[in-house]
């Protein structure tokens, strides 16, 4: 049974940078594409970002472009999701997402496996 354990999530001021990171449980990591959601209170969760088995290939919602960067390691089941230039609107809860399929997706519907979810709060 695959899980998902995220961590790294907190309350910061605007503009400073966070790092998330979800740890994968299953050595069958590079065959996982991942993805980082949220949900802010009263809105529908939205994809952040997502990237392939490989780690090759990326995707990035155009409200964090240029700001948050995904990374895998995996020789370490992890994936990272970098944080900076935080903004009041980033907050929400952040989840992690698995589905054993190699090229990214955006929908999370196709993902399997979910983490319990971070609160990212950004406020002065």
């Known amino acids: 049974q695959v899980q998902l354990v995220e961590s790294g999530g907190g309350l910061v001021q605007p503009g400073d940078s966070l790092r998330l990171s979800c740890v994968f449980s299953d050595r069958t990591f590079s065959n996982y594409r991942m993805a980082w959601f949220r949900q802010a209170p009263g809105k529908e969760r939205d994809v952040v970002a997502a990237?392939?088995?490989?780690?090759?290939?990326?995707y990035y919602a155009s409200s964090v472009k240029g700001r948050f960067t995904l990374s895998r390691d995996n020789s370490k089941n992890t994936v990272y999701l970098q944080m900076n230039s935080l903004k009041p609107e980033d907050t929400a809860v952040y989840y992690c997402?698995?589905?054993?399929?190699?090229?990214?997706?955006?929908?999370?519907?196709?993902?399997?496996?979910w983490g319990q979810g971070t609160q990212v709060t950004v406020s002065s």
């Open positions: 997402a698995a589905d054993a399929a190699s090229h990214f997706s955006v929908s999370g519907e196709e993902y399997d496996y």
């Open positions: 990237i392939s088995g490989s780690g090759l290939t990326t």
